[in-house]
Antibody, heavy 116, light 108 residues
Framework: EVQLVQSGAEVKKPGESLKISCKGS????????IGWVRQMPGKGLEWMGI????????RYSPSFQGQVTISADKSISTAYLQWSSLKASDTAMYYC?????????WGQGTLVTVSS | EIVMTQSPATLSVSPGERATLSCRAS??????LAWFQQKPGQAPRLLIY???TRATGIPARFSGSGSGTEFTLTISSLQSEDFAVYYC??????????FGQGTKVEIK
């Protein structure tokens, strides 16, 4: 069974750094892209970027380029989304999903709250 | 960036009735179009890919059609579990892939 299991909810202060994770199982992790999707409170889905764990090739939406970093550790079948300096506007649910085109399997989401 | 526009924003439908949701792309995306369903507190679920192919386990009452810039998701006879928000997404030209803003299907 294909599963993507994300790390738990986070509460951070503005300016802090954060790295959330997404662990894949039940399939060849290095053969599929993993993407990240943001959903701000009460809003729609936004495609952030994607990575191919096989060679760490990554692509970003222009809206998120330079704001976040996507990485992967294929040895432990885990992809990451990280921020170096959080802002209150980063408060959202973040989903990982298996790609590369349409996302067929999704993680359960990680809620990130940034508040002073 | 390709802009995806969904209509209507909200669709009020009675159980058992047919629902028709539209998605328009700002430029052609061929048939590289997916539909997702999202219920409150849940992750999105893939319904349709390739504009018209149902994903594994999706009931036959869900169907997709269209190509190029105009797409439709039809739910032939709404069940109580179908009331949710539906999103279209193009995956023809990246980055980025882009989602529509969503259509909420609510009980009339």
């Amino acid at each position: 069974e294909v599963q993507l299991v994300q790390s738990g909810a986070e509460v951070k202060k503005p300016g802090e750094s954060l790295k959330i994770s997404c662990k894949g199982s039940g399939y060849s992790f290095t053969s599929y892209w993993i993407g990240w999707v943001r959903q701000m409170p009460g809003k729609g889905l936004e495609w952030m970027g994607i990575i191919y764990p096989g060679d760490s090739d990554s692509r970003y939406s222009p809206s998120f380029q330079g704001q976040v970093t996507i990485s992967a550790d294929k040895s432990i079948s885990t992809a990451y989304l990280q921020w170096s300096s959080l802002k209150a506007s980063d408060t959202a649910m973040y989903y990982c999903a298996r790609g590369p085109g349409y996302f067929d399997y999704w993680g359960q989401g990680t809620l990130v709250t940034v508040s002073s | 960036e390709i802009v995806m526009t969904q209509s209507p924003a909200t669709l009020s439908v009675s159980p058992g009735e047919r629902a028709t949701l539209s998605c328009r792309a700002s430029q052609s995306v061929s048939s590289n179009l997916a539909w997702f369903q999202q219920k409150p507190g849940q992750a999105p679920r893939l319904l349709i890919y390739g504009a018209s192919t149902r994903a594994t386990g999706i009931p036959a009452r869900f169907s997709g059609s269209g190509s190029g810039t105009e797409f439709t998701l039809t739910i032939s006879s709404l069940q109580s579990e179908d009331f949710a928000v539906y999103y279209c997404q193009q995956y023809d030209k990246w980055p980025p892939w882009t989602f529509g803003q969503g259509t909420k299907v609510e009980i009339k």
